[in-house]
């Protein structure tokens, strides 16, 4: 019913910069919580950043200065842009969104496919 596909991963060199993108598609009434999350090799998925339909955003500890979360309404994308990379970034980076169909009374939690993000030293 709901589609997410994400893009803008790649490799980069530490201190660098990247941008995620995240769009959805299909039968959307609303949207209300977006999120980052990613998943680094032998650790559990990790919350990185969310933003709330009144677009007020949280950051995990580790990322808080360097990313910032946004959202556009119009187009059902959120972007994750991330300044000053670490090695310890690299992960693949999954999207999330709640989001209420057309028709219905019920929010569901849609994932992205993920896109991998690497920062070399």
Do not use: H
Not at 11 to 40: F, H, P
Not at 78 to 87: D, G, I, T, W
Not at 112 to 117: A, E, K, R
């Amino acid at each position: 019913q709901v589609q997410l596909v994400e893009s803008g991963g790649g490799l980069v060199q530490a201190g660098g910069s990247l941008r995620l993108s995240c769009a959805a598609s299909g039968s959307i009434g609303s949207i209300n919580a977006m999120d980052w999350y990613r998943q680094a090799p032998g650790k559990q998925r990790e919350l990185v950043a969310t933003i709330t339909s009144g677009r007020s955003t949280n950051y995990a500890d580790s990322v808080k200065g360097r990313f910032i979360i946004s959202r556009d309404n119009a187009k059902n994308t959120v972007y994750l842009q991330m300044n000053s990379l670490k090695p310890e970034d690299t992960a693949v980076y999954y999207c999330k969104m709640v989001v209420v169909t057309t028709g219905s009374v019920y929010q569901y939690q849609y994932w992205g496919q993920g896109t991998q993000v690497t920062v070399s030293s």
